[in-house]
């Protein structure tokens, strides 16, 4: 037997005033649009001869109507897989979940549910016209079940599911159709602005564009209030099914996951996906979160967020330190258990679905041919990838030695000139630059390597050992590149680190620097 739920918390007003405004939204734009073919019809009907500007003002007002009137008729939604969609056969134990959080509030399971990659789930009702023919649909995010234990993901399907107990999904239609027609008519209507200098015509234009745009804000900060409105009611709900401690630390994992993922993405990822190889993503993500600077700056993130106090009239979402106080005031009236064990264990052959994630935004074939690879095989396989890198730019580094480093800083602008651009990207200056000291960092890296220091590597986290000691390139080479090294600091370390007089385009002993 499920929790005992309190008294449905009602939304009636806030809801009917919702749904008034979508009305009033319809109603001020077709009023505007009548007034505009209306008023300079009336004037050229009462006048005997009517002059240029009333004909002008007339054709200029049918042209805007037209715009306007065609801006607000509805549009199909055509909903686009986010993701690969799964079903119970192949993850039996997460859909247990969703059928336990769906069973305790009385609601029929989304129709689709998919696989996102992001570090969020959202449900929603999509397709059909303003509302109607639509069916439910829920995202659940990878990278969300990598940072989440069971019941911190338990705690976020039972607020996602409290949306369509409350009914937010049958409303959010409306607002959004609604959202949508109003950008639709102003982005419209701004296209037209060359076709609206004339004369008197550009004065009622302008002050249509006025009127329209000054509804457009009260329309959407009044909406999102109600938007607020309904997370404050769907966390109270999720802390009366798994108690308020899971909700809290699952909003603050999210938080801090959802900054991290892009920049992990970005540096641990999408490098390996480049030369051929597919690292495990969710159990990199995990390590990632907590290498000793990561958490240290996720950390720092949550922090600044918990004292944010207020949010734009724009954002959906409550503020994060507001939710939280929320939560505390509820009570737990469920056991807390499975903190420890990691929401990803619901799913089965979690390669599997990496793999069709990465194939939503390439082909099957070109995953396919991407070669498997452990965090633990890194340290093997990374110097491969780096002699490939630096053998293939040779000609960049010419007869550069790690003690020449410093000299060349001024030229890193040249070099990354002559460092072909990615298919289908054209770089900034400033990348290009950063791509130069990329190639020497790798290259330096490999050296020391090949001079018997061990690397270890983990995602967000990577050192060079010796015995004792701890090297790390990315900090000696930053050092530099920030004036923070001198030259004869750097030419020193290079003597210790035992790579003084290797090429670095090869393992040919070099000249000493001019």
């Known amino acids: 037997m499920g929790p005992m739920l309190p008294r449905r918390r009602s939304l009636a007003l806030l809801a009917i005033l919702a749904l008034a405004m979508v009305v009033v939204s319809y109603t001020v734009v077709i009023f505007i649009a009548a007034a ?3 008023l300079p019809l009336l004037v050229l009907m009462s006048s005997g001869s009517p002059g240029v500007q009333t004909i002008i003002l007339l054709v200029c007002g049918i042209a805007m109507a037209g715009t306007m009137l065609w801006s607000l008729v509805p549009r199909r939604d055509k909903f686009i897989e986010p993701g690969p969609r799964i079903n ?6 997460l859909f247990d979940e969703l059928e336990y959080i769906a069973g305790i509030l009385n609601e029929p399971l989304p129709e689709e549910i998919f696989l996102i990659a992001q570090v969020n789930a959202f449900v929603t009702d999509r397709g059909g016209i303003m509302g109607f023919g639509s069916r439910r649909v829920m995202g659940i995010g990878l990278p969300l079940l990598g940072v989440l ?15 369509y107990y409350g009914g937010d999904t049958r409303l959010g239609p409306f607002v ?7 950008i639709r008519t102003i982005q419209n209507m701004a296209s037209m602005s060359d076709l609206m200098q004339i004369a008197v015509a550009q004065l009622v234009y302008r002050l249509v564009m006025w009127i329209l745009q000054g509804y457009w804000n009260l329309f959407f900060r009044s909406t999102q209030l109600i938007s607020r409105a309904q997370e404050y009611r769907a966390d109270e709900l999720a802390c009366h099914i798994t108690g308020s401690e899971p909700l809290i630390s699952g909003l603050k ?3 801090g996951g959802t900054a991290a993922f892009p920049p992990y993405w970005s540096f641990e990822i999408v490098p390996f996906l480049g030369n051929g190889y597919r690292p495990a993503i969710t159990e990199g993500f995990e390590l990632f979160i907590k290498a000793p600077e990561i958490s240290k700056q996720i950390d720092q993130h949550l922090e600044t967020e918990l004292q944010q106090t207020k ?5 959906s979402h409550p503020p994060l330190r507001d939710r939280i106080a929320a939560a505390k005031l509820l009570p737990s009236r469920q056991p807390v258990t499975d903190l420890a064990t990691p929401a990803r264990t619901l799913l089965n052959d979690l390669p599997s679905e990496e793999a069709r994630i990465l194939a939503m935004s390439s082909s099957e074939a070109q995953v396919s041919a991407l070669k498997p690879l452990a965090w633990n095989d890194v340290p093997a ?9 630096v053998n293939n730019n040779a000609h960049l580094l010419g007869n550069l030695t790690p003690e020449c480093v410093p000299d060349i800083i001024s030229k890193l602008p040249e070099i990354g000139s002559r460092i072909p651009d990615p298919k289908g990207m054209l770089l900034r200056p400033e990348q290009r630059t950063g791509r130069a000291a990329e190639l020497i960092g790798t290259a330096l890296a490999l050296a020391i390597v090949n001079a018997g220091w061990q690397l270890h590597m983990t995602p967000g986290e990577r050192y060079y050992e010796l015995g004792a000691e701890r090297f790390s390139v990315r900090e000696f080479l930053g050092g530099l590149l920030a004036n923070k090294i001198s030259r004869d600091e750097w030419v020193q370390r290079c003597h210790a680190l035992k790579i003084t007089g290797v090429r670095l385009a090869g393992p040919v002993q070099a000249a000493a620097c001019p």
Not at 88 to 93: F, G, I, L
Not at 176 to 182: S, V
Not at 311 to 315: H, K, L, N, Q, V
Request: hydrophobic share 40%; proline share 6%.
């Open 311 to 315: 949010t734009s009239p724009y954002d």
């Open 381 to 389: 396989i990374l110097p491969r990838i780096w002699a490939e890198n």
């Open 36 to 38: 505009c073919v209306g």
């Open 149 to 163: 234990s069971v019941t911190e993901f338990r705690a976020v399907l039972a607020h996602e599911f409290a949306h």
């Open 253 to 255: 994992k999210i938080s």
């Open 88 to 93: 119970r056969a192949s993850h039996p134990r």
């Open 176 to 182: 959004y159709k609604t959202r949508q027609a109003m």
